[in-house]
């Protein structure tokens, strides 16, 4: 992946701003790091097939570069990235910049073969830091189960994955997608309009060894809050 990265200033009125020694007094002077992919994700290879970089390789990016702090990434528009391919980025609840596609007319008008993906970020959310809270080490053993859920289109990962989570017995830990599937010809199992989400979930008792019936019924609970939210069913 060929990609860059740089910093820039944005200038915007804003009557909170106060003069001092490096700002001045009704102009906000915000500063931005914003970064490119253009070109394969990744070297050639016998064991991969050509890929180019796409909006889940810059995402994940993303996500290394804000880490351990979990960004969310919500359906926008940005003037320069193309409707419909492009999303804000949200760190706690606040947009902090956007990620995606390059706009077309600004595509054709550089010549470009391939759309390259692009990202701008606040530079001072990205520097943010907390400080590190220590965690004891489980005593317990975690089991993970995965599940193949069949959802429409329309359902967003973050949402998917936030139902799962959303566990009263606390024993889902973590929920992680790590495959997604769509005929290239629309099936019974997976009709038009659908996709099929293959999910881990990750089990955890701090307090006990988790038993298969506890397991199966905490597995099953998830797939349920998945359909009653969002119409999920498992893929048969």
């Known amino acids: 992946m060929q990609s860059t990265g740089f910093g820039a200033l944005r200038i915007k009125r804003d009557a909170s701003v106060q003069a001092g020694d490096s700002t001045v ?4 002077q915000p500063t931005r790091v914003a970064g490119l992919a253009y070109g394969p994700a990744v070297e ?31 359906r926008a528009e940005h003037p320069a990235m193309h409707p419909g391919r492009c999303a804000a980025v949200e760190l706690d609840g606040t947009v902090i910049g956007h990620i995606g596609e390059l706009h077309p007319k600004w595509r054709q008008a550089y010549e470009l073969q391939h759309a390259p993906m692009l990202f701008e970020l606040d530079l001072e959310a990205v520097q943010r830091r907390g400080v590190p809270v220590a965690k004891p080490v489980p005593r317990q053993q975690a089991v993970s189960r995965d599940l193949a859920l069949v959802v429409s289109e329309q359902v967003s ?50 307090d006990a060894t988790l038993t298969d019936e506890r397991i199966a019924s905490c597995t099953a609970e998830a797939v349920g809050r998945a359909q009653a939210a969002h119409g999920a069913r498992l893929r048969a």
């Open 157 to 206: 990962h973050d949402a998917l994955i936030a139902t799962l989570r959303a566990d009263a017995a606390g024993l889902v830990r973590e929920a992680t997608l790590f495959d997604m599937f769509k005929p290239a010809t629309p099936t019974a199992d997976i009709p038009a309009g659908h996709r099929s989400l293959a999910i881990r979930l990750e089990l955890l008792d701090d």
């Open 44 to 74: 050639l290879q016998w064991s991969q097939s050509d890929k180019a970089s796409d909006f889940f390789d810059l995402k994940g990016d993303i996500e290394a570069l804000l880490a351990p702090r979990a960004a969310r990434f919500v």
């Open 25 to 28: 007094q009704g102009i906000a």
